[in-house]
C-alpha cells in the first residue's frame, strides 16, 4: 500500500524583548540561576501580570509578515496544570482568541526528483504565552532545583495547519518561519538555546484517503537535522503497526536523538485537562487598525520579496537568489559586496563561493566575517577592472581572510598585480618561443594541445600575473607567425 | 484616646495632645488586654509599630506630616506587608514572610500611618463568619460566643472594639460591608478597580476589591483617599483620577432618589432587620429624599453564579500554594506527586479545598460552557439589572445581611446556609459597583447594617449619602461593653 504522511507543526519563538511577557525582569540567556526572577516570576501570593507591549508588537509583525488576521480583540487565557517549574500552577497563554490568525506562507524545497518544489502553508494561528522554568535532576542528588530566570520570558507559539506531507517539507517550513523571524527582528532563532522550538504532529493515511490518520505529536525536536530524522522515524514506525494490524494510539512521544528513536511520553488518557479560562487579571487585547498600520510601517523587506527583487535588479538566478536571501545578514552582505563590485553575478558567486566555504569551514557567523562586505567587493571590483584575475583573487582573498589587509593592499605587498602591458608579456612570449623550438614546431603542425603548454610556460613566467585574456590572444598571433 | 474618630486623632496629632508613640503605645495596650478574648489579631507588629510612631512624631515635629501621619491603622492580613508574615488566615502562609509590599501597605507608609498589626479573617477569604481561619474564630465584641462576621472579621471586631481606629479589608461577595454591619462599623467596598490588588492576596480576581472599615463615612472618606489609584502593576486597575472624597460629604440629599429592590426585602429577611432598614429609609425621606420601589429580577441568581465564579478563579489562584517555593510543605515526600497531595492536603482547611474542588468541576472539560460560561452571562444579566436601576434612581438601599450576628459553630456544618449570609452582598461584586454598608440599629443588642449601592465610580457620592445619615443619627457612635 502507498502511504501518505501528513505533518503539523507548532513552533516555540522566544519574543526578543528586552525584559519578561508579564514582569520587568530581564531575559537574558546565561544568566546564574533565579538571578532574572523577581516576585512576579516567582509566582508569589498577591502578584499580578502586566502585558509587555513590546511583546504585542512582535506578534503583530509576524502576523502581519504571514498576510494573517491580526485579532482587534484577543484574549489571555490561564492553561491549569502542576509542575515544579511553573510557578503559579498555570501557564499564562491564549486559547480561543490568539492575537494571530489563520495566514500563510510558501516553502520552497527539494521535491521528490530532486527538483525544486514549492507549496503554500497555512498557518493556523499564533499566540502569546509566557515560558515555564527549567528543571535540573542532574546536580542535585535526590532532588531536583528549579531555575525560574526562564519562567514568564515571551513566547509566540505559531500552529501550522496539517499541510505538511513530507519531512522534508516539514523542515522547510520550519526553516521559512525561522527565517522569518529572524529578519523580523523579533527571535534570535537561536537552537541550541532553546529559543526556537518545534513539536510535530505527524500521522499517515493510505494515499487518497480523505480523513486523517491517528496523530502522535514529537516533542523535542530542537534542530532541523533532528525534526527531518525524528517524522522519518516516526513515520516508518506508524507505517510498521498498521501494516502489522495494529493501531496507532494517540500519544505524545519524546524524540531520542543519540537513540534516534521516538518513545512514548503520554497517552490521551493521561493528557491534561487544562482547565483553560480567561485570566480574570488581565485585560483583553484591543488591536486597532492604527496600531496594526504602525507595526506594519517598521516591517523590513520580507525574504519572499527581497528574493524577487534580487532577481529582477541583479540577475540572479532564482536559486542563488534564495540562498542570498535565507537570512537577513547574508542577503545584507551580498547587497553590500554587489554595490562595492559592480558586478552582482560575481559577487554572488563570491558570496556563496569562497566566502561561505571559508565561513563554514572556520564556523564563523556571517556578521563576524574577517573580511568585510565592503573589503570583498573592492575586491572583487580588482577583478572587474582586470587589475588581478579571478585564480589570483583566490590568493589575495586567502590573505585578506588570514587579515593582511584589504585588497588594494595585499595586492601591491605580494606584487600580484596583472601584467597588461602587451610589450612586456611580447618579450616574454619571444623569450618561450625561441627556447621551445620543438614544441613551437609540433604545435604549427596542427598539434594544438600544446596551447596549453605555451599558457602555462607564460604563466610560470609571470608568476600567474599575466592578464589571461590579453595573453591567449598575444600568444595566438606570435604562434601562428 | 480610643474613642475617637480618625480625623479627631489626626487633629489631636496635629496639635500635639498627644503623640503617635503614646496613641500607639496606648492601643498596644489595649490589643495586649482585650485581644485575648476577641482573637481579632494574627500578629501584632509590636515594635516596627513603635519605630513608625516615632518617625511619624519626627515628621510631625518638622511641620512634614500629612492628614493620617502617626494615625494607627490595622491590615488584613490577606496585603503582603514586607518582612511581616502575611497569612491569608491560612496554615499553608503561616511561615511566610513577605518579601514585599502591597501596594496598599505601601500607600499607607506613605501617608505615615502607623501599623498595628495584620487582623483575623477566613482562611483565603473563603467565608462570612471567620471560623475558617487557621488562627482560630474570632468573637463578635458586641457579644461573646457569636460572629464578627467574614471575612474581613479581624479588622471588623477590631475596630468595634477599639483595638484599631480603622482597618482595611477585603470584598469579594461581602467580606467588607456583612463583618462591618454585624460589628456596627462603616465599610466601603469600592468600584471594582479603584483600589489596587497588587500585593492582596488573590481570592477570586474578577471579584476582590479592597477598601476601608472605619467607624464613620468622614473617616471612611479619608482611608479611601489613601487607597484609591491607578497601580500600573495592576492591570485591572483603573487609571482614572482620584477625587476628593472628603470634600462632598456634607452635599444636600435634597432630591436624592433612592431605589429599594423589592427582592431585598423577601422572605428570608428577618423581620426585625427589616423594620430597622424601613426606619433608616424614613430618616433619609426626612432628609429630602424620594423613594422608588425597583426590581432586580436576577437577584435570586447572585448566589449560584458567584458559587461557579469565585470558586473556579481560586481554585487557578491557589495552584500557586504546592509547597515547591514558600508557604507550608509537607514532611518526607517520597514524591513530587506526594508533596503535592500532602502539602495541599495538609496546608488548606476543609472551606477553601471545597470550593477548590468546586471551581476544578466547573472548570473542567465538558463542564465549563455549563458552569463557568453560564456564570459569566449571569454575570452581564445582574450588571444589566442595576444599569436598568440607575437610570431612574442615584442609589440602591436595602438590609446588608438577611439578620444580625448569629452563634459561633452555628452554620459551620451548613455551607449553603452560610453562602446565603451574602445574598445581599453578592451581586454587587459579580457587577463591579461600588456599595457600602453602614450601622443602622441594633436587634437583641446586635447591630444591623444598611447598605447603600452606587452607580460605577460614585464613591463621593455614597460617601455623602452615609456621612449625612450619620449626622443624625448615633448608631455609628455606640460601642460593645466591656471593652473601655
Same mark, same amino acid.
Given at each position: ?394 590568493? #589575495?582573498?586567502? *590573505? &585578506?581572510? %588570514?587579515?593582511? $589587509?584589504? +585588497? ?7 606584487? =600580484? @598585480? ?36 605555451? #599558457?602555462?610556460? *607564460? &604563466?610560470? %613566467?609571470?608568476? $600567474?600575473? +599575466? ?7 598575444? =600568444? @595566438? ?5 | ?484
Amino acid at each position: 500500500m502507498k502511504w501518505e504522511t501528513v505533518i503539523g507543526l507548532e513552533i516555540h519563538a522566544q519574543l526578543a524583548t528586552s525584559s519578561k511577557i508579564f514582569s520587568a525582569a530581564a531575559t537574558a540567556y546565561g544568566a546564574a540561576p533565579n538571578t532574572q526572577a523577581c516576585a512576579v516570576d516567582l509566582g508569589l501570593p498577591g502578584v499580578l501580570p502586566v502585558l509587555n507591549a513590546e511583546a504585542v508588537r512582535m506578534a503583530i509583525k509576524f502576523g502581519l509578515a504571514i498576510n494573517a488576521h491580526i485579532a482587534p480583540y484577543s484574549v489571555f487565557a490561564r492553561k491549569n496544570y502542576f509542575y515544579p517549574d511553573l510557578p503559579k500552577g498555570y501557564q499564562i497563554s491564549q486559547f480561543e482568541l490568539p492575537i494571530v490568525g489563520l495566514g500563510q506562507l510558501t516553502i520552497e524545497y527539494e521535491g521528490a526528483d530532486s527538483e525544486p518544489a514549492s507549496k503554500l502553508i497555512g498557518v493556523t494561528r499564533a499566540h502569546l504565552e509566557e515560558d515555564a522554568g527549567k528543571s535540573l535532576h542532574e546536580d542535585f542528588h535526590g532532588l531536583s532545583g528549579i531555575d525560574l530566570n526562564r519562567a514568564g520570558t515571551p513566547l509566540l507559539e505559531i500552529v501550522s495547519e496539517p499541510d505538511m506531507r513530507s519531512a522534508a517539507e516539514a523542515v522547510a517550513y520550519m526553516k521559512k518561519i525561522h527565517s522569518l523571524v529572524r529578519y523580523l527582528e523579533i527571535c534570535d532563532g537561536n537552537m541550541q538555546e532553546g529559543s526556537f522550538r518545534c513539536d510535530a504532529n505527524v500521522s499517515v493515511r493510505p494515499a487518497g484517503q480523505q480523513t486523517l490518520g491517528t496523530r502522535t505529536e514529537l516533542k523535542n525536536l530542537n534542530s532541523f537535522r533532528f525534526i527531518e530524522r525524528a517524522i522519518n522515524i516516526e513515520v516508518e514506525r506508524q507505517i510498521d503497526i498498521i501494516e502489522g494490524g495494529g493501531t496507532v494510539v494517540q500519544e505524545t512521544r519524546l524524540y531520542d536523538a543519540e537513540r534516534n528513536e521516538t518513545r512514548s511520553m503520554r497517552s490521551k488518557e493521561e493528557a491534561f485537562d487544562y482547565r483553560y479560562f480567561p485570566d480574570p487579571d488581565l485585560l483583553p487585547v484591543g488591536i486597532s487598525e492604527d496600531d496594526i498600520e504602525a507595526v506594519r510601517a517598521t516591517l523590513p523587506e520580507l525574504p519572499d520579496i527581497k528574493k524577487a527583487r534580487f532577481i529582477r535588479d541583479y540577475g540572479l538566478n532564482d536559486k542563488d537568489a534564495g540562498i542570498l536571501t535565507a537570512s537577513r545578514e547574508l542577503a545584507e552582505y551580498f547587497e553590500q559586496v554587489a554595490g562595492v563590485a559592480a558586478d552582482a553575478r560575481l559577487a554572488a558567486n563570491w558570496v556563496m563561493g569562497d566566502l561561505s566555504a571559508q565561513l563554514n569551514k572556520d564556523g564563523i557567523d556571517i556578521t563576524a566575517s574577517p573580511v568585510s562586505a565592503s573589503q570583498l567587493g573592492a575586491m572583487i571590483r580588482r577583478i572587474v577592472d582586470k587589475t588581478i584575475s579571478g585564480k589570483i583573487a583566490k590568493q #589575495v582573498f586567502e *590573505a &585578506m581572510w %588570514a587579515g593582511e $589587509g584589504d +585588497a588594494d593592499e595585499v595586492i601591491a605587498a605580494r606584487g =600580484l @598585480k596583472q601584467i597588461t602591458d602587451s610589450s612586456a608579456l611580447e618579450a616574454i612570449i619571444a623569450d618561450i618561443i625561441t627556447s621551445n623550438p620543438a614544441q613551437v614546431e609540433q604545435y604549427r603542425a596542427g598539434k594544438e594541445k600544446l596551447f596549453g603548454f605555451f #599558457v602555462g610556460q *607564460a &604563466m610560470k %613566467a609571470t608568476q $600567474g600575473k +599575466a592578464n589571461p585574456a590579453q595573453l591567449n590572444e598575444l =600568444l @595566438k598571433r606570435k604562434l601562428q607567425q | 484616646m480610643h474613642d475617637r474618630t480618625i480625623s479627631e486623632l489626626s487633629l489631636g496629632l496635629q496639635r500635639g495632645e498627644f503623640s503617635s508613640e503614646e496613641l500607639t503605645t496606648h492601643y498596644l495596650q489595649r490589643i495586649e488586654t482585650y485581644d485575648q478574648r476577641l482573637n481579632s489579631y494574627i500578629t501584632v507588629t509590636k515594635e516596627a509599630a513603635l519605630a513608625m510612631a516615632r518617625a511619624a512624631d519626627r515628621a510631625i515635629a518638622r511641620g512634614d506630616a500629612g492628614p493620617l501621619t502617626g494615625v494607627p491603622v490595622a491590615q488584613k492580613d490577606i496585603f503582603c506587608t514586607d518582612g511581616v508574615r502575611t497569612s491569608c488566615g491560612s496554615k499553608m502562609l503561616d511561615n511566610f514572610i513577605a518579601p514585599y509590599d502591597a501596594t496598599t501597605v505601601a500607600q499607607f507608609n506613605a501617608a505615615g500611618m502607623v501599623l498595628l498589626g495584620k487582623t483575623n479573617m477566613d482562611e483565603f477569604a473563603m467565608g462570612s463568619s471567620t471560623e475558617t481561619s487557621f488562627y482560630g474564630a474570632v468573637h463578635n465584641p458586641w457579644r461573646q460566643g457569636t460572629v464578627p462576621g467574614g471575612s474581613s472579621g479581624g479588622s471588623a471586631a477590631a475596630v468595634a472594639a477599639r483595638l484599631a481606629p480603622a482597618a482595611t479589608g477585603t470584598d469579594t461577595g461581602g467580606s467588607i460591608r456583612q463583618p462591618a454591619a454585624l460589628c456596627g462599623l462603616t465599610g466601603l467596598k469600592p468600584t471594582y478597580g479603584r483600589v489596587s490588588r497588587y500585593g492582596m492576596i488573590a481570592f477570586a480576581s474578577s471579584l476582590d476589591q479592597g477598601g476601608p472599615m472605619t467607624r464613620s463615612a468622614e473617616d471612611a472618606a479619608l482611608l479611601l483617599q489613601v487607597m484609591a489609584g491607578f497601580d500600573e502593576r495592576d492591570s485591572t486597575s483603573v487609571d482614572r483620577p482620584v477625587p476628593d472624597y472628603s470634600a462632598g460629604l456634607n452635599g444636600s440629599l435634597e432630591g436624592l432618589r433612592i431605589g429599594l429592590p423589592g427582592e431585598y426585602f423577601s422572605d428570608g429577611l428577618d423581620a426585625a432587620v427589616g423594620a430597622a432598614i424601613e426606619q433608616a429609609i424614613s430618616e433619609y425621606r426626612k432628609l429630602g429624599a424620594t423613594i422608588v420601589d425597583i426590581n432586580l429580577p436576577h437577584t435570586h441568581l447572585a448566589v449560584p453564579a458567584y458559587y461557579v465564579v469565585a470558586p473556579a478563579e481560586c481554585s487557578s489562584n491557589l495552584s500557586r500554594f504546592d509547597g515547591v517555593r514558600y508557604g507550608y510543605r509537607c514532611t518526607n515526600p517520597v514524591d513530587l506527586t506526594d508533596m503535592y497531595k500532602r502539602s495541599r492536603g495538609e496546608g488548606f482547611g476543609a472551606e477553601v479545598k471545597r470550593r477548590i474542588m468546586i471551581g476544578t468541576y466547573a472548570l473542567s472539560a465538558g463542564y465549563y460552557d455549563a458552569y463557568y460560561l453560564r456564570a459569566q452571562k449571569i454575570r452581564r444579566l445582574i450588571s444589566d439589572d442595576f444599569r436598568a436601576a440607575f437610570a431612574d434612581v442615584d442609589v440602591i438601599m436595602g438590609p446588608t445581611t438577611p439578620g444580625v450576628a448569629f452563634d459561633l459553630a452555628a452554620r459551620m456544618d451548613d455551607p449553603v446556609a452560610m453562602y446565603l449570609s451574602d445574598i445581599y452582598t453578592i451581586a454587587v461584586n459579580l457587577a463591579g459597583l461600588p456599595a457600602m454598608s453602614i450601622a443602622a440599629g441594633f436587634v437583641d443588642g446586635l447591630p444591623l447594617g444598611l447598605q447603600l449601592i452606587g452607580d460605577y465610580f460614585t464613591e463621593p457620592r455614597l460617601l455623602n449619602i452615609a456621612h449625612r445619615y450619620q449626622q443624625v443619627t448615633d448608631w455609628h457612635r455606640q460601642w460593645p461593653e466591656n471593652f473601655d
